[in-house]
């Protein structure tokens, strides 16, 4: 039998897979706008050396974050829908033990994160040509990254290991990874040195210096640990798949249930909170039954609000950078759109595993009836968390065009009313091309991820493609000259692709919807846009 046969076949896999080498262009193209931004603020007030010393703390600092996320949304639910399908048992009648089938899941879905930090890594090699960064420094980091990236990629096996639901594995996975990788670290004590935060802070040149026998310790506990946790996995995964199935086996763990839950004693519905059906659309009266905004989407974005506010020169007169105020803006969008690519994405792929979708398909419904029921639900469902982030975003423009005035108020007030319309166009997008890429992709993870590069990571490509064409043609001068030029092709890029997005999603979901309703696993080619019986991307 071959050595580790389960890891040959997910790395032959991911071989042929689109994601495997768009990852690499992604990380790249991140950190190329990163530090195109950056250039182009540095060149006004900082010295050559400041702003790389500058510019390479805010890269490792964004990779570290991503590493830290991998995680949550590559391994939290690898195993996990093993279980649910019941085909984890299938592997272990076989020859096969625990670590052949952890290690191999690892090895499947660590190769896109791993691609992606290795696209980033060259460009974190420009502040090294700028100066203010040492050689070590930027080998300390690399060691950093890829350790945090295994540990976040070995805690998502564990916890995958011990649950059965999507969303309570991978809610788990975060909190996990945000209390060992952020919130030991800030409550310092004997919790700090457990943090890989920790190991990220004494790899810079001025900590290192002080302490360097504390970064090869805690590099070292990091990487023990994360050994452990995969340990931990391999011992767990042949004695926790023998799960019982829930009932139902998936609708009920997933975004919506299709079925009203009857109380065994008294055989009435239980009461759900959603209005009597009447004479509206069934779709999104079932859709609606558990219609309750998330606790921790309000909690995530109470904070991601108060960290723009901090931020925001408007609120705080020791802030002028409104470059910094603009991207807080950004990150506090991002905050609710991954919250409604998550949702959208898990509508249909739950009912269409467990059967729900043909059931529909049998009534007389038609399919827009049924689109129309999921995105009404969808519409409810987020309808306040919108609101509240539009009154916010208007609330912070009128006081910063007061406080402003004059024509600078204008144009700043112009522009906000842009980033608006731009957020707006891009909720719709990831609305639609969630729920397509929810139905038409296997997995988890891999919707989500596809929503939120296509809809919010193609402009930002562009935009870094734009500037490194302006600084090599006329330095930093011409990129600090047009500078307003690009964020105007950045945005209108940005809604020129939402509309696509919508666009292309909203033909796929009335053209393809019933064949894809019928599959377990679908894989839509390049050529014919819909190939039948052929396993999916994960």
């Given at each position: 039998?071959?050595?580790?046969?389960?890891?040959?076949?997910?790395?032959?896999?991911?071989?042929?897979?689109?994601?495997?080498?768009?990852?690499?262009?992604?990380?790249?193209?991140?950190?190329?706008?990163?530090?195109?931004?950056?250039?182009?603020?540095?060149?006004?007030?900082?010295?050559?050396?400041?702003?790389?010393?500058?510019?390479?703390?805010?890269?490792?600092?964004?990779?570290?974050?991503?590493?830290?996320?991998?995680?949550?949304?590559?391994?939290?639910?690898?195993?996990?829908?093993?279980?649910?399908?019941?085909?984890?048992?299938?592997?272990?009648?076989?020859?096969?033990?625990?670590?052949?089938?952890?290690?191999?899941?690892?090895?499947?879905?660590?190769?896109?994160?791993?691609?992606?930090?290795?696209?980033?890594?060259?460009?974190?090699?420009?502040?090294?040509?700028?100066?203010?960064?040492?050689?070590?420094?930027?080998?300390?980091?690399?060691?950093?990254?890829?350790?945090?990236?295994?540990?976040?990629?070995?805690?998502?096996?564990?916890?995958?290991?011990?649950?059965?639901?999507q969303r309570r594995t991978i809610l788990i996975t975060t909190a996990?990874?945000?209390?060992?990788?952020?919130?030991?670290?800030?409550?310092?004590?004997?919790?700090?040195?457990?943090?890989?935060?920790?190991?990220?802070?004494?790899?810079?040149?001025?900590?290192?210096?002080?302490?360097?026998?504390?970064?090869?310790?805690?590099?070292?506990?990091?990487?023990?640990?994360?050994?452990?946790?995969?340990?931990?996995?391999?011992?767990?995964?042949?004695?926790?798949?023998?799960?019982?199935?829930?009932?139902?086996?998936?609708?009920?763990?997933?975004?919506?249930?299709?079925?009203?839950?009857?109380?065994?004693?008294?055989?009435?519905?239980?009461?759900?909170?959603?209005?009597?059906?009447?004479?509206?659309?069934?779709?999104?009266?079932?859709?609606?039954?558990?219609?309750?905004?998330?606790?921790?989407?309000?909690?995530?974005?109470?904070?991601?609000?108060?960290?723009?506010?901090?931020?925001?020169?408007?609120?705080?007169?020791?802030?002028?950078?409104?470059?910094?105020?603009?991207?807080?803006?950004?990150?506090?969008?991002?905050?609710?759109?991954?919250?409604?690519?998550?949702?959208?994405?898990?509508?249909?792929?739950?009912?269409?595993?467990?059967?729900?979708?043909?059931?529909?398909?049998?009534?007389?419904?038609?399919?827009?009836?049924?689109?129309?029921?999921?995105?009404?639900?969808?519409?409810?469902?987020?309808?306040?968390?919108?609101?509240?982030?539009?009154?916010?975003?208007?609330?912070?423009?009128?006081?910063?065009?007061?406080?402003?005035?004059?024509?600078?108020?204008g144009v700043f007030m112009g522009f906000s009313l842009v980033v608006?319309?731009?957020?707006?166009?891009?909720?719709?997008?990831?609305?639609?091309?969630?729920?397509?890429?929810?139905?038409?992709?296997?997995?988890?993870?891999?919707?989500?991820?596809?929503?939120?590069?296509?809809?919010?990571?193609?402009?930002?490509?562009?935009?870094?493609?734009?500037?490194?064409?302006?600084?090599?043609?006329?330095?930093?001068?011409?990129?600090?000259?047009?500078?307003?030029?690009?964020?105007?092709?950045?945005?209108?890029?940005?809604?020129?692709?939402?509309?696509?997005?919508?666009?292309?999603?909203?033909?796929?979901?009335?053209?393809?919807?019933?064949?894809?309703?019928?599959?377990?696993?679908?894989?839509?080619?390049?050529?014919?846009?819909?190939?039948?019986?052929?396993?999916?991307?994960?």
């Open positions: 039998m071959n050595t580790l046969p389960i890891v040959g076949r997910e790395l032959r896999v991911a071989s042929r897979r689109r994601l495997t080498y768009g990852s690499r262009l992604a990380g790249a193209g991140i950190a190329c706008g990163v530090t195109a931004w950056l250039l182009v603020r540095a060149s006004v007030a900082l010295s050559v050396a400041q702003a790389g010393a500058s510019l390479f703390s805010i890269l490792s600092n964004l990779a570290f974050l991503a590493c830290l996320a991998a995680g949550a949304l590559l391994t939290a639910d690898c195993i996990s829908e093993e279980k649910r399908e019941g085909t984890l048992g299938l592997l272990f009648l076989t020859d096969l033990r625990g670590h052949d089938v952890v290690l191999g899941k690892l090895a499947g879905t660590s190769l896109h994160a791993f691609y992606m930090l290795l696209g980033a890594l060259p460009v974190m090699m420009i502040p090294l040509l700028l100066g203010g960064v040492t050689t070590g420094e930027l080998f300390r980091m690399t060691l950093v990254l890829l350790n945090t990236m295994f540990f976040s990629l070995a805690i998502g096996l564990f916890v995958s290991t011990l649950n059965v639901k996990v990874l945000f209390m060992v990788g952020l919130a030991f670290h800030f409550m310092g004590g004997v919790l700090r040195p457990l943090s890989p935060r920790w190991t990220y802070q004494l790899a810079f040149e001025a900590e290192f210096a002080l302490r360097p026998r504390s970064f090869h310790l805690s590099c070292l506990w990091v990487h023990v640990a994360a050994w452990g946790f995969l340990g931990w996995a391999c011992w767990l995964a042949p004695r926790k798949w023998q799960e019982e199935k829930l009932q139902p086996p998936l609708a009920a763990d997933e975004a919506v249930s299709l079925w009203p839950v009857l109380d065994e004693t008294t055989g009435e519905a239980l009461p759900l909170g959603a209005p009597p059906l009447r004479d509206g659309n069934p779709i999104k009266w079932l859709a609606d039954r558990d219609g309750r905004t998330p606790v921790w989407m309000w909690v995530t974005l109470v904070l991601a609000a108060m960290a723009w506010l901090m931020v925001h020169p408007v609120f705080n007169a020791n802030r002028r950078s409104i470059e910094l105020a603009m991207i807080g803006g950004i990150l506090f969008h991002a905050v609710l759109k991954c919250w409604i690519a998550w949702d959208a994405t898990l509508r249909f792929a739950a009912d269409r595993r467990c059967g729900a979708l043909e059931v529909l398909l049998s009534t007389p419904l038609t399919v827009r009836e049924i689109l129309h029921g999921q995105l009404s639900s969808l519409f409810n469902l987020f309808l306040k968390p919108l609101m509240a982030v539009v009154i916010l975003d208007l609330t912070i423009l009128v006081s910063a065009f007061q406080g402003t005035g004059g024509p600078a108020g608006m319309l731009s957020f707006l166009l891009d909720v719709a997008a990831i609305a639609v091309l969630g729920m397509w890429l929810g139905l038409k992709t296997r997995g988890a993870s891999a919707p989500l991820v596809q929503t939120l590069a296509r809809v919010m990571m193609v402009p930002t490509v562009i935009f870094a493609l734009l500037a490194f064409g302006l600084l090599s043609a006329g330095g930093a001068t011409a990129l600090s000259q047009y500078r307003g030029t690009l964020l105007a092709v950045w945005f209108l890029v940005g809604g020129i692709n939402s509309m696509f997005c919508i666009f292309h999603a909203f033909t796929g979901l009335q053209e393809h919807f019933r064949e894809l309703a019928t599959l377990q696993t679908v894989e839509v080619s390049r050529k014919s846009g819909l190939a039948i019986g052929r396993p999916a991307e994960a």
